[in-house]
């Protein structure tokens, strides 16, 4: 069975940073996509960023390019989202996703993803 946990969220102010964890079991971590989206209240879910198999290329979102960075350890079967310089506009639920298919460059349509943990909750005060 596969399962993917999402930790490390909270109650952050304007301009902090947050690290979320997504540790996943039942799969075989080191062979797949793995990517982060959001939901904010009211909104759909929104692709956040996405990294390869390899951890060797990531894509963001342009709402969080060049204050979010994405990597994983695959010997932890654990995927990271650094988060720098936050905005009220990050507040949401997290969620981390791995992709349907092994050896993929990973997506932004959540579509592609498979397995989805239950997510963690960022709220960032205005």
């Known amino acids: 069975q596969v399962q993917l946990v999402e930790s490390g969220g909270g109650l952050v102010e304007i301009g902090a940073s947050l690290n979320l964890s997504c540790v996943t079991s039942?799969?075989?971590?080191?062979?797949?996509?793995m990517g982060w989206f959001r939901q904010a209240p009211g909104k759909e879910r929104e692709f956040v960023g996405t990294?390869?198999?390899?951890?060797?290329?990531?894509i963001f979102a342009t709402s969080v390019e060049g204050r979010f960075t994405i990597s994983r350890v695959n010997a932890k079967n654990t995927m990271y989202l650094k988060m720098n310089n936050l905005k009220p506009e990050d507040t949401a639920v997290y969620y981390c996703a791995a992709d349907r298919s092994p050896y993929g460059a990973g997506n932004f349509r959540s579509g592609t993803y498979a397995y989805w943990g239950q997510g963690t909750q960022v709220t960032v005060s205005s």
């Open positions: 990294i390869d198999w390899s951890g060797r290329r990531a």
């Open positions: 039942g799969l075989m971590f080191s062979k797949f996509a």
